[in-house]
């Protein structure tokens, strides 16, 4: 006989219907599926015999989706910091890389990351970075809902020598995982300026052939948009729509550098946004037109980076974050109000994933991928508005429970699956042999 668990906050915000706040209801959830939303007398009535969490403090909503992440460059936090991106990447992210990352780093470096994300909320991560089986391994065992991002270069790295090999080791690692729940893949050439023509068409038709999604950094800087310029004559978007790979399979992350004919073309062809608030302004890379964007009816979902550019993995954060920039930036106090600053994290992560059936909302029959807030600390009282206090007051530390596909991965501000000072312990030696290695 399967457990039905029956949870009861003070507040259920299931982000559809929009804008709609529960209070006295309860969610019922039978092994991976949430089976009912009803008000909590009825369901301790009908459930009697179900194993009942009181939440009495707490918001209930859907996990975030982390929509843009590299997650094992966690082990190169504050690695290089304070630098423009190209500087970043050539003489600091790149070197760093070349000489550590292996599948032994990647597979610790993702679970760490998972275990900061799920403390903060998120349960479903969209990744980008190498050794495609290890982020996989990752992310079942530690639970979180990972969707494999497989990177694709021209150039020679540890993994994989050439385009042609990083296309065939995503292919590979997709099977491999096939059946396995809680993991899917997509492609990830990096960047416009770390691929060629070529390999764009590989990756459209290996796309539709496989049934995979695409992401891919477009538009993150005003360098990649002038060097494209010099050496294709157009902008990078122009290119890649001429090369086909504008659909709404495609996920582009950052796009901060848009202007009102390509926030169009987006919209026209169904491309989705991963916007990363944190990171773009860490490596002063501009202001993306969020609010644009979202009124042309582009779907933006957001991201938190990598560690090593954001520093933290705090999706919450960068939801704040994310409300305050689009209010100013278009000099607007009711753009982006806290709703549907919320929904960006959960619902709209989830559409471009092509999820919106599966997570992103509380609604039975979909997957329990779900959170509690605890809004009774001082920072978030008193309570008018918990929806306003969750996007504009509350921090990462008041997330308290999260569930992924109906299993508990924190309780009361516990991890359940992983072992906390394992992990610390694993990410000091780590420390020790990059910072030997950097000083050789």
Not at 346 to 366: C, D, H, Q
Request: charged share 20%.
């Amino acid at each position: 006989m399967t457990q039905i668990t029956c949870l009861h906050p003070a507040y259920l915000i299931p982000i559809e219907p929009a804008a709609t706040v529960l209070h006295q209801h309860s969610l019922v959830m039978q092994d991976e599926k949430i089976i009912a939303i009803l008000p909590e007398s009825e369901a301790r009535q009908r459930y009697i015999d179900a194993n009942h969490i009181s939440l009495d403090n707490h918001a209930l909503l859907p996990g975030f989706v982390n929509l843009h992440a590299h997650s094992a460059m966690s082990l190169l936090r504050g690695l290089a910091d304070d630098l423009a991106l190209m500087d970043w990447l050539n003489d600091h992210i790149w070197p760093a890389e070349k000489k550590h990352v292996n599948d032994d780093f990647v597979f610790d470096g993702s679970v760490y990351a998972m275990a900061e994300m799920l403390r903060g909320g998120t349960t479903t991560v969209n990744d980008m970075y190498f050794h495609n089986d290890a982020v996989a391994r990752a992310g079942l065992h530690t639970g979180m809902r990972t969707i494999v991002g497989c990177s694709v270069l021209e150039f020679t790295t540890g993994y994989a020598q050439n385009a042609d090999e990083y296309l065939s080791k995503a292919i590979e690692a997709k099977n491999e995982f096939n059946n396995q729940t809680g993991v899917a893949f997509r492609l990830a050439p990096h960047a416009p300026y770390t691929v060629a023509d070529e390999t764009f068409r590989k990756i459209i038709a290996l796309s539709e052939q496989h049934d995979m999604g695409i992401h891919c950094h477009i538009h993150e800087t005003a360098q990649e948009l002038s060097d494209s310029l010099k050496q294709y004559g157009v902008r990078p978007l122009k290119r890649l729509h001429n090369l086909g790979l504008l659909s709404n399979r495609l996920i582009a992350a950052h796009m901060v550098h848009a202007n009102e004919e390509e926030i169009v073309t987006l919209a026209q062809t169904g491309v989705h946004i991963a916007h990363n608030p944190a990171s773009n302004l860490k490596l002063a890379s501009g202001f993306a037109p969020i609010h644009a964007m979202q009124t042309a009816g582009v779907n933006v979902g957001i991201g938190t980076d990598g560690a090593a550019s954001n520093n933290k993995l705090d999706l919450l954060g960068d939801l704040r974050m994310a409300a305050l920039l689009a209010k100013a930036q278009s000099n607007d106090p009711t753009a982006l109000n806290a709703h549907a600053a919320l929904k960006m994290a959960t619902l709209s992560g989830a559409r471009a994933l092509g999820m919106e059936n599966e997570i992103g909302s509380l609604i039975p029959g979909k997957y329990a991928d779900l959170i509690a807030i605890d809004l009774s600390a001082i920072e978030t009282q008193p309570l008018f508005d918990p929806v306003s206090q969750i996007v504009y007051a509350a921090s990462r530390n008041q997330v308290s429970h999260v569930w992924v596909h109906g299993q508990c991965l924190m309780f009361n501000h516990g991890l359940t699956r992983l072992d906390e000072e394992e992990l610390i312990g694993k990410a000091h030696w780590w420390q020790e042999r990059i910072s030997t290695q950097i000083t050789q």
